[in-house]
C-alpha cells in the first residue's frame, strides 16, 4: 500500500484557512445577489411537478432556500425539480434535471432545526470550521460547503462518489446515481451479485479515500453505499481530515461496518484491525478500541 502522503501540519492548517477566507468572499458576493434578486421572486419558477414532493418542499423550503433554487435556476444549473428522493434528518434530497438534461441530485440541508448539537464531534478541531458563525444559519452553509468540499476532494482522488457540481448555501447539486428519475439503491436492500468482488471495490474506494484525498468517510455502511453494482460512496458531509482528533477513532468504527457487513455476506474478509493496521500502516490503540460514541 502507497505510504501516507503529508503536508505539514502548518501548512495545512494555512491553506485551509485561505480556502474558508475564499468561501466567505464567494458567500458574500452570492448574497448580494441573492439580496437583488430577493424582491423579484416567483416561487414557480422553480417548477415541482409531484404534489407530494411539492408538500414536502413547501414545509422545508423557506424563502431563502427558494432564493437560492432561483438563482441556480438562472445560472443554468438547475432545470426544474422533479420530486423528493429520501427525507433525512439534516437534510432532504430531491430529483431534478439540469437544462442539458442530465439527472441531478440536489440535497437540501435543513436550516430549521438545530443540526449542530449532534455534529459537534466532526467540527471541533477541524481548521475548515475555525472562523464560521456559530448561528444556525452559517453553520448549515459551511456543513453543506464542507459536504461539497469532501465530494470534491474525494472525487478529485477519483474515489467512486457522485460528480459534485456546485454547492449555494444550503443547497448542494451533484450527479445523480440513478436512471429515469429512480436512483439506485443503497447497498443495505440488495443481494450482492459478487460480494467479493464489491468487497474489494469498497476497500479500493477507502484507500484512495485515505491515502490520496486524505479524508476518513465518518459514516461508512451499507446504509451510505449505492450499488449500481458498481459501488458509489455518498453522505460525506461528516468527513474530517487525517488529523482530526477522532480521525483513527471514526476510521476505525468505518473499517467495523464494513467488515460487519462483508462477514455476513459470506466473504472471507481481513480482520477489522488488520485491515485498519494495513491501511494506516499503525495498529491500533487502546484509546481508539475504548472509544465509545
Ligand atoms: N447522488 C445521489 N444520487 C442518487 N441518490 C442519492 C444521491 N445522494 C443521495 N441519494 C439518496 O438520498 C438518500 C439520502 O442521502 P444521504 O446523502 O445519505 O443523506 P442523509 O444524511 O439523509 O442520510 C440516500 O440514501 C440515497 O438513496
Ligand atoms: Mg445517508
Redesign the pocket.
Known amino acids: 500500500m502507497p505510504k501516507k502522503k503529508r503536508r505539514s501540519k502548518k501548512q495545512r492548517s494555512e491553506e485551509e484557512l485561505l480556502e474558508v477566507e475564499e468561501d466567505s468572499r464567494i458567500t458574500r458576493e452570492l448574497e448580494d445577489a441573492d439580496q437583488l434578486q430577493k424582491d423579484k421572486i416567483d416561487e414557480k419558477n422553480i417548477k415541482i411537478k409531484d404534489s407530494d414532493a411539492l408538500k414536502v418542499a413547501e414545509s422545508v423550503l423557506d424563502v431563502e432556500t427558494k432564493t437560492t433554487l432561483f438563482n441556480l435556476r438562472k445560472r443554468k444549473i438547475i432545470d426544474y425539480m422533479t420530486g423528493v428522493?429520501?427525507?433525512?434528518?439534516?437534510?432532504?434530497?430531491y430529483?431534478g434535471y439540469a437544462p442539458d438534461g442530465s439527472e441531478l441530485?440536489i440535497?437540501i440541508y435543513r436550516t430549521s432545526t438545530n443540526i449542530f448539537k449532534g455534529l459537534q464531534i466532526y467540527i471541533i478541531g477541524d481548521p475548515r470550521f475555525a472562523r464560521i458563525k456559530r448561528d444556525q444559519r452559517s453553520f448549515v452553509y459551511a456543513w453543506a460547503k464542507k459536504e461539497f468540499k469532501n465530494l470534491s476532494r474525494a472525487y478529485k482522488a477519483k474515489v467512486s462518489i457522485?460528480e459534485p457540481i456546485t454547492c449555494v448555501k444550503d443547497v448542494v447539486v451533484?450527479?445523480?446515481?440513478?436512471k429515469k428519475e429512480l436512483?439506485?439503491?443503497?447497498m443495505k436492500d440488495v443481494e450482492l451479485k459478487k460480494p467479493l468482488k464489491t468487497y474489494k471495490e469498497v476497500l479500493d474506494n477507502l484507500e484512495k479515500l485515505y491515502h490520496d484525498a486524505g479524508l476518513v468517510h465518518a459514516d461508512l455502511s451499507e446504509?451510505?453505499m449505492?450499488y449500481t453494482p458498481k459501488v458509489?460512496f455518498?453522505?460525506?458531509?461528516q468527513a474530517v481530515l487525517l488529523d482530526h482528533a477522532y480521525a483513527e477513532i471514526f476510521l476505525y468504527r468505518d473499517i467495523k461496518n464494513i467488515t460487519r457487513y462483508f462477514k455476513a455476506q459470506k466473504v472471507d474478509v481481513i480482520e477489522a484491525e488488520d485491515l485498519f493496521e494495513k491501511l494506516t500502516g499503525e495498529p491500533l490503540t487502546d484509546r481508539v478500541i475504548a472509544f465509545e460514541f
Request: hydrophobic residues 35%.
Open positions: 428522493i429520501s427525507t433525512g434528518k439534516e437534510a432532504n434530497v430529483h441530485a440535497k457522485p451533484m450527479e445523480f446515481i440513478g436512483p439506485y439503491p443503497l446504509y451510505n449505492i458509489y455518498i453522505d460525506i458531509s
